[in-house]
């Protein structure tokens, strides 16, 4: 990591996890798990990325605001255990957005800015100088303290971490268009024809006395006008919240350098493992900016007599007499004699049993693949298609033909 900026007049810095949505593009995966959920490289899950970076960055005060499947997270959070955080001043706390004003209908907040209007009054009790949003199902490195001490150094209401991306899939994220000397003239909610690739990182920095005003003017401007409709809330920060900062003139934005993946949908979920086995991802390389975790008691994994293991992660309590290339197996994952893994992400206690195939697939916790089945297919070392990726659910049964693109849902016997 690069050296970091001093901090000017120690600012009280608050962080906020947005761990909530359904992350329903992720199809089975997310059935009955939280995005944040999902493990990462075998031993971690996504939401350890987010946590870690703001740990080693020295921030203290860390919240998670959980809505969908939040119990799937807790365990795992341990009231910040694993990252040291759970302290009686500052530290880690929990959020559930709230559903007490009179305007606001029942249910999920509709996006990430309307997440942070449900817990503005919690957010102004904890009288912070500077408010760090973040999602916790991005795979990347970054020092928030550079990012903030740039934020103050300028100025700025709100600072946008930036990064690149080819512009054939900008239009999957909010595209970040600025002047030369970095200050944000608009920001596009997934447009359908996107002028280039520089979108937000899903990292923003706020002033927070700046967003908590931002927030309620934003609020005002999308009231129904009829009496009656249903409020419909403020959606994802690039529809309303960002853009009333915009038109202030204090957006600036914060280029991101290095490794960053979106984990939105299979396709990018089996990319950044891809990336992974081949070395391109260095989250796990430096150890003086660990990837703090809870903790697995499996033992150490066994490769067996005569089994072939090629460029992957094998996790602890993995037992090993196949085949397995640039895979990922998570923990207590077998493989059979006979068996092959191949360009395949293998989830915790799953079981592949002898003559089974596993090729270009996601196998999600406990699946049974039975003797003989096959799971997917080899398409292109360069594919990462989601027509190519076969999906299957936690603890289904494969015993026959699972065809590239198929997903199988959760507990379903096949064949």
């Not at 024809?193 to 899903?202: C, L, Q």
């Not at 067996?304 to 309590?317: I, M, N, T």
Request: charged share 25%.
């Amino acid at each position: 990591m690069a050296a970091h900026m001093p901090l000017t007049d120690a600012p009280r810095v608050l962080a906020i996890v947005q761990a909530g949505g359904k992350g329903s593009r992720m199809g089975v995966l997310t059935t009955h798990r939280a995005k944040p959920a999902l493990p990462f490289g075998g031993t971690h899950q996504l939401v350890d990325i987010a946590m870690s970076n703001l740990v080693n960055s020295g921030i203290s005060s860390v919240w998670v605001s959980v809505q969908y499947r939040a119990g799937t997270l807790d365990k795992h959070l341990q009231h910040g255990r694993p990252w040291d955080l759970d302290r009686n001043d500052g530290g880690f706390r929990r959020i559930v957005p709230e559903e007490i004003d009179a305007v606001r209908t029942g249910g999920f907040a509709s996006g990430n800015a309307d997440d942070l209007y449900r817990i503005r009054h919690q957010i102004a009790d904890e009288n912070a100088d500077v408010t760090v949003v973040l999602s916790a199902d991005q795979v990347f490195t970054l020092d928030l303290r550079d990012v903030v001490a740039a934020h103050l150094a300028k100025g700025a209401d709100l600072t946008i971490v930036t990064t690149e991306v080819p512009v054939t899939e900008a239009s999957n994220k909010a595209v970040v268009t600025s002047d030369a000397t970095g200050k944000v003239t608009r920001i596009d909610e997934k447009p359908e024809d996107p002028a280039h690739g520089t979108i937000s990182a899903e990292v923003f920095v706020y002033r927070t006395a700046a967003l908590l005003d931002a927030l309620d003017e934003a609020e005002k401007a999308t009231r129904p006008e009829a009496d009656g409709e249903d409020e419909t809330g403020l959606g994802d920060f690039a529809e309303h919240l960002i853009p009333t900062l915009v038109a202030r003139g204090r957006v600036r934005t914060h280029a991101l350098e290095g490794y960053w993946m979106d984990m939105g949908r299979p396709e990018t979920y089996l990319r950044a493992h891809r990336d992974l086995v081949r070395g391109d991802v260095p989250i796990f390389d430096d150890e003086a900016w660990p990837m703090r975790t809870l903790a697995t008691n499996k033992c150490a994994a066994r490769v067996r007599e005569g089994a072939v293991v090629d460029a992957s992660y094998v996790s602890p309590g993995c037992d090993i007499a196949g085949t397995v290339r640039r895979s990922v197996l998570g923990p207590g994952v077998i493989v059979r004699a006979g068996a092959v893994v191949e360009d395949a992400v293998v989830l915790d206690g799953t079981v592949i049993e002898k003559g089974a195939e596993v090729r270009t697939a996601i196998v999600d916790v406990d699946v049974a693949v039975r003797r003989g089945a096959r799971v997917g297919s080899a398409p292109a070392a360069t594919a990462a298609r989601d027509a190519d990726i076969a999906v299957i659910g936690a603890g289904a049964t494969v015993r026959d033909v699972v065809k590239p693109g198929e997903q199988i849902e959760p507990g379903d016997v096949v064949g």
